[in-house]
DNA sequence: CCTTAATATCGTATATCTACGATAAACGAT
DNA sequence: ATCGTTTATCGTAGATATACGATATTAAGG
């Protein structure tokens, strides 16, 4: 599965280089991420693909197994997630396998600390 | 300044006992918190709460100089926070003094853990 | 091709968010 | 009591979020 790039503001971002991002985009991007989270069914979604082995598949149809909505609905929270850069989705035949953007948890969190604790 | 009980849908929270709430009110609350950091405005006043010494008042006013926007947009974005959980304000005179929830990262971030790397 | 299965998108209804100006409420000072 | 300062709330408008069913899209298999 190939890597994914974020993005900010339209922009692509490079989960190694936090530093050569401005402050007011540190925070915008954090922003954008935390509004991934902010809903449960989301924070479900990546628990589910942030826990799975990389052996381990988990297309679409798992996720909305898994959760009490209608499928339609978790494809929305699923374009939510993919657009704010928690996850890529690779096309598998009929299938969509998901999984989180690698790094993208350490990203987050490197995110608030430059974006709470900053000057 | 006197310490000011989280709510997790209404019922209260002990910071310190994590533990004792069920998986799926650890994820409402992450989402909650998180709904409290997806706004840049809102990204920057816990920034600026976080960051003051204790010694050093935060007033609304400060709060409203620091940002472009008006008065009552920002008297939202802070209620939004309150009710979220991320910050405190105690009155003191004409002013409402402003502070982050003490040790509200390190929930946080504990909420994170358990939501996203929990079984 | 045609069907089936898996996802995404569309259309829609309702709710929540975001911003602002205007107004209310609380307090200290006169 | 009245005034000015500070903050919260109200009313409102437009944007975005959330959920669903219906429909479109895509790919594999007959």
Redesign the pocket.
């Known amino acids: 599965m190939k890597e994914v790039k974020l993005t900010c503001e339209g922009k692509p971002v490079d989960l190694n280089e936090i530093g050569g991002m401005s402050f007011d985009e540190c925070k915008k991007k954090l922003a954008e991420l935390s509004?991934g989270l902010?809903?449960p069914?989301r924070v479900e979604i990546v628990r589910m693909l942030e826990n799975k082995p990389l052996e381990e598949r988990c297309?679409?149809?798992d996720i909305?197994n898994a959760l009490p909505?209608?499928?339609?609905?978790v494809?929305?929270?699923?374009?939510?997630l993919k657009e704010a850069g928690w996850i890529q989705?690779e096309?598998d035949?009929?299938?969509?396998c998901y999984c989180t953007v690698q790094g993208i948890m350490e990203y987050y969190l490197a995110l608030m600390k430059r974006s709470l604790k900053g000057k």
């Open positions: 509004k902010a809903h069914a297309v679409c149809g909305v909505l209608a499928q339609s609905s494809s929305q929270h699923l374009k939510v989705g096309i035949g009929p299938c969509v």
